[in-house]
C-alpha cells in the first residue's frame, strides 16, 4: 500500500495557488495541509519549488488499438502520457475495427486492464447505421459519443441528415464531434488538384481544410444540439469564426451543476502552432481540423481565458515517420501530442498568455466535470491521488530521443519549454519518477457517476 507525503509544493487547484502538503494513503488522496509530519515507513518527497496539480485529463486520444499498432497502442501511447503528466485519457473510436457496439467497447476496456499507464475510457462511435447501439448504450460504460460530423482518419463521416438528428435526439449520454464540413473539403481539395496535380503542397492544408468548413459543420451540431437539448461537446475548436457559436462564462452553476449543454474545446498544437509553421514541419503539423493563422491561435489562447472554450485536449494521433514523409496528399493527419502538451500549456503559464489556474481548470477539472468521472480531476481529499509535480524551473530542449510514443517522433522537437515533469502518479503510486517510467501499469477503467 502506497504510503506518500509531498511535502513544501505549490498545490494549484480550483482557483486557488498555496504552499503546502499532500498525503497519500493507497490510491487516495488523504489529507492535504500544511506542516504534515512525516508516519513511520511514508516516503517524503520534498517538492520545495515544485508544482504540484492534480493529474491532467485528456478527453480526445488516438491510442490506435486495435487494428493500427504499427503507430501506436495502449502501453505505448498511455507511458507518454503519464511521463507527460496525463494520469487520465478518453480514447476515440476510429480504430480497426471501429468501435460501434459495446462487444468493441468492452474489447477495448479489456486491452487497456493491466497495460495501460493512464486511467481510461473509451468512446462508442457513431456510423450511419448504428443507432441501436448508440440507443442502448449503458451511460456508465463511455464518457460520450463520438459523431465525425467530417471525414478524417479513418471512414466514420455520419453524414445522413436523417441519421445525425436521430443521434443528437436519442443519445443517452454527451456527444462529442469532429466538425468540417466534407462536401467543402472535397471541393477546395479538388480545386487544388487542378491547379497543381499530385504536388499540392502541405501550405494549403489550412486552406483545404478550411475555416468556412469548420464553421459551416460547427454551426449544425450547435443547431441539432439547440434543437433536441443535446449535451454536445464539439472538439478541436481551430478557428476565431466558431468562437461566437460558443456561450461564455463558468462551465458549473453556484449549485455545481453543469451550466452549459454546450461546451467547447481546443487543443495543444492550436494554442503553439501556426500557418508559418508549416514551412518548417510540413506534413508533421498536418492534422485535421488544420492549424490556421497566428490570429486564430491567439483567440483559441483569449478564449481558454475568457471561458469560451471549456476545455483543452490534444487530439494525441500518432503516425510513423514513414507515414508523415509522404507527400502531403497521401500523408495522414494527427501529431503525437501527450508527451508534450502540458508542458507546451505551461510554456503560455511562463509567457504570461494564460494562469497556471486555467491549465489546471481546462486540463484537469472541467473534463472530470463534463464527463461526470468519478473522484478524479481535483486536489481533494478523498479523491484518488493522481498527480503531477512540474518543475517550472528546468529550462530543456524537447530531444526525439526521449520520445516514448511508438511513432517516434514529436512536432516540438528543437523547442525549447521551461518546466519539466518531475513526478506523476497514478491511483497513489508513481509512475513516471521526472526520467524514467516506474511501476507496472496502474490505469484503471473510468467510472462515471451518472
Ligand atoms: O488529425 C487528425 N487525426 N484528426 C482526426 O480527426 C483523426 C486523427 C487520427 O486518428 O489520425
Redesign the pocket.
Known amino acids: 500500500m502506497s504510503h506518500w507525503l509531498i511535502k513544501n509544493a505549490l498545490l494549484a487547484n480550483e482557483g486557488r495557488e498555496w504552499e503546502g502538503d499532500l498525503r497519500i494513503v493507497g490510491d487516495r488522496i488523504e489529507r492535504i495541509g500544511s506542516g504534515l509530519t512525516a508516519r513511520p515507513g511514508e516516503q517524503v518527497l520534498d517538492a520545495h519549488g515544485r508544482w504540484l496539480l492534480p493529474g491532467m485529463i485528456d478527453d480526445q486520444v488516438?491510442f490506435r488499438e486495435p487494428g493500427l499498432i504499427h503507430k501506436g497502442d495502449l502501453a505505448s501511447e498511455s507511458a507518454a502520457a503519464v511521463a507527460g503528466g496525463i494520469t487520465t485519457i478518453m480514447d476515440?473510436p476510429?480504430t480497426i475495427p471501429p468501435t460501434l457496439d459495446a462487444a468493441a467497447l468492452e474489447d477495448k476496456y479489456r486491452r487497456a486492464a493491466g497495460r495501460c499507464r493512464a486511467n481510461f475510457g473509451f468512446y462508442l462511435g457513431a456510423s450511419n447505421d448504428n443507432l441501436d447501439a448508440i440507443r442502448t448504450l449503458d451511460p456508465k460504460t463511455a464518457p460520450g459519443i463520438k459523431v465525425f460530423m467530417g471525414a478524417?482518419?479513418?471512414n466514420m463521416l455520419v453524414d445522413d441528415p436523417d441519421t445525425l438528428d436521430a443521434i443528437f435526439r436519442e443519445a443517452p449520454t454527451p456527444i462529442i464531434t469532429?466538425c468540417e464540413d466534407t462536401p467543402t473539403i472535397d471541393a477546395l481539395q479538388a480545386e487544388a488538384k487542378a491547379r497543381f496535380g499530385d504536388d499540392v503542397p502541405v501550405s494549403m492544408h489550412p486552406d483545404i481544410r478550411s475555416r468556412e468548413a469548420c464553421l459551416k459543420s460547427s454551426r449544425l451540431a450547435v443547431s441539432l444540439a439547440k434543437k433536441h437539448g443535446t449535451r454536445l461537446h464539439v472538439l478541436h475548436i481551430s478557428t476565431a469564426d466558431e468562437l461566437a457559436l460558443f456561450e461564455s462564462g463558468p462551465l458549473l452553476d453556484r449549485d455545481g451543476r453543469l451550466r452549459k449543454r454546450i461546451t467547447a474545446e481546443t487543443c495543444i498544437h492550436f494554442l503553439h502552432f501556426a500557418r508559418e509553421d508549416y514551412a518548417r514541419l510540413g506534413n508533421f503539423i498536418k492534422?485535421?481540423p488544420a492549424i490556421k493563422d497566428a490570429s486564430d491561435r491567439d483567440a483559441l489562447i483569449a478564449a481558454l481565458a475568457n471561458d469560451v472554450i471549456d476545455v483543452l485536449a490534444t487530439?494525441h494521433?500518432p503516425?510513423t515517420l514513414e507515414e508523415k514523409q509522404r507527400p502531403y496528399l497521401n500523408a495522414?493527419?494527427?501529431l503525437p501530442l501527450v508527451q508534450d502538451a502540458l508542458l507546451a500549456a505551461l510554456e503560455l503559464v511562463h509567457q504570461g498568455k494564460l494562469g497556471l489556474a486555467t491549465v489546471v481548470q481546462k486540463f484537469a477539472h472541467a473534463p472530470a466535470q463534463l464527463f461526470d468521472v468519478a473522484h478524479r480531476g481535483f486536489l481533494r481529499e478523498g479523491h484518488f491521488a493522481d498527480l503531477v509535480l512540474v518543475d517550472p524551473d528546468a529550462s530543456h530542449v524537447i530531444s526525439r530521443d526521449r520520445v516514448l510514443s511508438k511513432c517516434g517522433w514529436s512536432p516540438f522537437e528543437g523547442a525549447r519549454f521551461t518546466s519539466r515533469i518531475a513526478a506523476t502518479f497514478v491511483n497513489g503510486e508513481l509512475a513516471w519518477d521526472g526520467e524514467r517510467l516506474v511501476n507496472l501499469p496502474l490505469g484503471r477503467r473510468l467510472e462515471f457517476a451518472r
Open positions: 488516438h476515440m476510429n478524417s482518419t479513418g469532429h492534422c485535421n487530439d494521433a503516425h495522414p493527419s494527427g
